[in-house]
């Protein structure tokens, strides 16, 4: 048994789509979604074990998707998860978050605050980012939690 971290319940590396026959490539595109998805889901467990609530997760909108929104007791949180393979050709996954994410994200989270009436009435908003990071062969290498990232 390996003393790596897991990418998810019970198993050591991220599994193909159950969906496609065994021996079966999926799409790029595929293994993509699956790969995000499996970094939300370690993120959104990393804010509940330091004591966040889970309001949201993929809020769309017209301008995208709001990854995460939670409330920690006293600040609303709108987290925005960032997941890569290491060695690949994107670099660090916060490099992912540039001015014009930042803007699309705040805009993102401005909707969410209107639509949302029975929301937690905080004084302090504030914009996270998570970066999650895999090994070619789907073991978590790292988590990183930047609180006020922008």
Known sequence: ???????????????????HPPGRETAPA????????????LAAEHLVRRGYQIL????????????????DGQALV????KTRRSGGQKGSPF??????????VRKMASRWLHERRDRPRVAVIRFDAI??????AGYLLALEHLEGAF
């Open 1 to 19: 048994m390996s003393d790596r971290p897991r990418s998810g319940p019970g198993r050591g590396r991220l599994e193909p789509d159950a969906g």
């Open 30 to 41: 595929d293994r993509r979604q699956s790969l995000g998805a499996t970094g939300e889901q």
């Open 56 to 71: 949201e997760r993929n809020y769309r909108t017209r301008w995208g998707e709001l990854d995460l929104v939670a409330y």
């Open 78 to 81: 709108f987290c925005e998860v």
């Open 95 to 104: 490099e992912a978050l540039g001015p014009a994410k930042q803007a699309q």
């Open 131 to 136: 970066g999650v990071v895999f090994d070619g």
